[in-house]
């Protein structure tokens, strides 16, 4: 047996897997500091939306959020920004928390630093054209990251967000009660909790989340009733 061989081959595949676990997994802190859960204590938890804002879900989302008073950040992208502008313009009115998303939501994986700023810089200046309001706060599309990403971040001043609870919402043939079911199970307290209100800037017809929008009430809900509190993303960040 040729073991020199096994060996490089078993070594390229555990290079791959650490790879996967610093640039993939959202839990890793190894490229730069993430914002993955918050506080152990207290029972809070937090809810976040990307990929919008999308017509109509996104409205129907912030109707259930006025209606149940919860607050919630959506991490949003530039493009869909500049289609549905009076969306953003109500996510901030209503207290809502807005985060970077990046523009057209690519894989950042070996993207030079110029493209990721790219991507970054004109999503700023869109959601701050629109609302006033400049974020501070960046998800980084599907939660990948590359190197270079955290120095574009630093220079920006904006802090990078991830999830510790997955709803898993963006999966084919999934309903809404697996959805709720889903979150509730995963709920821990300082939960960041990520839902979609769009699917990527795709063209408004390609775009379906309503299961999103029928789960919402029975998360909120049952996480009240499981003893739970929900919080702004900025109360895991002081």
Not at 77 to 91: L, M, S
Not at 117 to 140: C, S
Not at 180 to 202: A, C, I, N, Q, Y
């Amino acid at each position: 047996m040729n073991w020199p061989g096994v060996a490089s081959v078993g070594g390229a595949a555990g290079a791959a897997s650490f790879l996967y676990y610093v640039c993939a997994a959202p839990s890793s802190q190894i490229l730069g500091r993430a914002l993955v859960r918050g506080p152990a204590a207290g029972a809070r938890v937090a809810l976040t939306f990307d990929d919008g804002p999308a017509q109509p879900y996104t409205l129907q989302i912030l109707d259930i959020l006025r209606h149940l008073k919860t607050p919630a950040t959506f991490f949003v992208c530039g493009k869909n920004v500049e289609r549905f502008p009076q969306i953003a313009r109500r996510i901030r009115s209503e207290g809502h928390g807005l985060g970077n998303h990046t523009y057209s939501h690519p894989f950042l994986y070996f993207k030079g630093r110029a493209a990721m700023a790219r991507e970054i810089d004109r999503t700023q200046q869109a959601i701050e054209r629109v609302t006033g309001h400049r974020p501070t706060l960046f998800r980084p599309p599907y939660g990948g990251r590359w190197f270079g990403l955290f120095s574009v971040l630093a220079e920006r001043g904006l802090r990078l967000v991830q999830w510790s609870t997955p709803s898993h919402d963006w999966k084919r043939r999934v309903g809404a009660a697996d959805i709720v079911r889903t979150t509730l199970r995963k709920l821990h307290s300082g939960s960041v909790v990520l839902l979609h209100d769009g699917r990527e800037p795709r063209r408004p017809d390609q775009v379906d989340a309503r299961v999103t929008v029928e789960a919402l009430p029975g998360i909120i809900e049952g996480a009240r009733a499981a003893g739970f509190t929900f919080v702004p993303i900025e109360d895991f960040l002081a």
